[in-house]
């Protein structure tokens, strides 16, 4: 048993992990594509989105998830794996008993749920030793190698236990550290002028662009790119701009991973892993909501690309899996041996990774 787990983790090729979120973007919307029952309803904001409706509807699933969301159809799911398919049988959901951000971010970074302790979305530092300061102890990082850009101001809670220990900028908040590129400050400046409809989340663009900008002059060996977007336009009840928005994190991935595999830092040695805090409602009524009282917003999913997931494509086995199996998922890619984790509940994925 231990031998065969040192030999895994010899065998394992990542030297960089990449993780990306986009908050509350549903399986719906990842396995199906725009959804019949949202499309035409003006009280889902679809009454002037004619145009949008046409771009992205077709008979199939199959067809309108490609038309939604192309790098994740045409690149993960041919050279990755994909989870959480329940129309397939397969699924995955939360462990923590809340189907909110802070819980779900919390659960993905620590790999456990923390019920007692994280109960919604209040900005506690959070107790627990996240799997990016643990991976930067691990591998004897300084505290820029590993990062977390986040369009959501509580990340600066969420994505560690000591404060400083990772570098993090989130929220509308000035970028600071030594020696950054002028583009970095120009973003950093810009955000403050172009400013979104709410008060803690700035808009997915300037996160980005500051984390793809940090890719190429930084090279953290671990990065975290937390867009918040697709959450707050569902709550707005614009399900127009939710489908723009998860088209542009599709557009984002494709850009992070096309710029790894630009840079011989990263090419063939990095896994990006991309996933979602929790589900939504999946009526007309509840799309938009989420919480412990609306049924179903306990299903999420999980796609990965790298050297060590197999090209699996879309799973369909029955089984179900969990949001805190992530971080010991990264762990094991990264040929750590997650139980060295103190007080971690998941285990690694199978299906994320070669034997
Ligand atoms: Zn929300």
Redesign the pocket.
Known sequence: MVCSVLLAADKRQTENLILVTA??LRWQEVFRGIDPALMNAKEAGMENAGELRTKLWAESPEQRRRLLLPFVWGEIARQGTLLGNRDKGNSVRVANGYR??YPGYSEILTGRAQDAAIQGNKPIQNPTETVLEFLRRQWRLRPEQAALFGSWEVFHAIGERRPGSIAINAGFRALEGANLSPRLRELSNMQFELLTPWRSVRHDYITMEMALDYLKTKRPRVMYVALGET?DWA?DRRYDRVLETASYFDQCLRRLWETLQSMPEYRGKTTMLVTTDHGRGHTLADWHG?GDDVEGAEYIWIGAIGPDTPAAGEITAAEENFQRDIAPTLLDLAGLDYREYEGVQGTPLRALRKD
């Open positions: 908050d509350g909110v951000s959450d709550h989420h």
